[in-house]
């Protein structure tokens, strides 16, 4: 179906768009190019009523290796800063309103951790490798790592971690809380989870799935106080929407809901 050079797109399940980076010869380095084609297949996912869940994924030896070095070496102060340079990164944190699963194998480096780290959910191999090495290039994390992996990992653990460049497994993502779900076989064992979770979560309602999503997100920006409150005033709403009645009959009835996805 996808007329993309650095991505694959297909539909492994009903309900669940899959995105494959690419770029084998580069370790799936996310060149810019690159970039735009996953946004523009996020945002054709995102607007398609017959998919429910995202999955992205890379190859058994890399999600991604980090944002294109070769790319940003040159790069200028002027033209990193008049250009917004990484700021398109973003569109998939800000704007894409499915759930969004990374699946793992291999390096996640740099942007490519950073990139796992805006999906919604993280699944991996226990043999994976992340790491924001970033201080080892002259640098710091540019596409929200130390604010994401922060948020995710704590603060002693973050900091130690950008500021040494060490990376850190799957396995330890996994007890730290960072992956929802560690897997001890490969790319094939993993991949099988993550669509199989998307398969899950593209079978209920999308209303209540893009709420959940929103309301749970809420929770990084907002004080406790608000963000309850935010939660209450889209669960009112939600009783607005034709699927929370037919959820509810169809429990009361013990029959299986068909859901409208209105
Ligand atoms: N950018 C550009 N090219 C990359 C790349 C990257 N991030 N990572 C790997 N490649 C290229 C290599 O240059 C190499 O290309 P050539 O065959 O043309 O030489 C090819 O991919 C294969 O890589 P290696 O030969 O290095 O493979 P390896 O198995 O020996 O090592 C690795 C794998 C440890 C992941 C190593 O490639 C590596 O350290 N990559 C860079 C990781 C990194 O520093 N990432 C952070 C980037 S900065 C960033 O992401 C900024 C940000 O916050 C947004």
Not at 38 to 67: C, H, P, Q, R
Request: proline share 4%.
């Amino acid at each position: 179906s996808s007329t993309y050079e650095h991505i694959l797109t297909e539909t492994p399940k009903p309900g669940v768009g899959l995105i494959t980076l690419n770029r084998p010869k580069a370790l799936n380095a996310l060149s810019s190019p690159l970039f735009t084609e996953l946004n523009d297949a996020l945002s054709k996912y995102d607007n398609d009523k017959d998919i429910g869940a995202i999955v992205i994924t890379g190859s058994e030896k890399a999600f991604a290796a980090g944002a294109d070095i070769k790319e940003m070496a040159p790069l200028t102060f002027a033209a990193a800063y008049s250009n917004n340079f990484i700021a398109p990164w973003s569109h998939l944190a800000t704007s894409i309103r499915k759930p969004v699963i990374a699946a793992v194998s291999g390096y996640a480096l740099g942007g490519g951790c950073e990139l796992a780290l805006m999906c919604d959910i993280i699944y991996c191999t226990s043999k994976a490798t992340f790491g924001q090495p970033e201080i080892k290039l002259g640098t710091i994390p540019g596409a929200g790592g130390s604010q994401r992996l922060t948020r995710a990992i704590g603060k002693s653990r973050a900091m130690e971690l950008i500021l040494t460049g060490k990376n850190f497994s799957g396995k330890e993502a996994g007890e730290w809380g960072m992956a929802a779900k560690v897997v001890d076989g490969g790319k094939e064992e993993l991949l099988e989870e993550a669509v199989k979770t998307a398969e899950t979560i593209a079978g209920y309602s999308h209303v209540p799935v893009v709420a959940a999503k929103e309301v749970v997100n809420k929770s990084q920006e907002l004080s406790l106080r608000e963000g309850v409150e935010y939660e209450r005033r889209m669960f009112h709403g939600l009783f607005g929407s034709k699927d929370q009645k037919i959820g509810m009959t169809a429990f009361a009835e013990k029959k299986k809901p068909e859901w409208s996805n209105e």
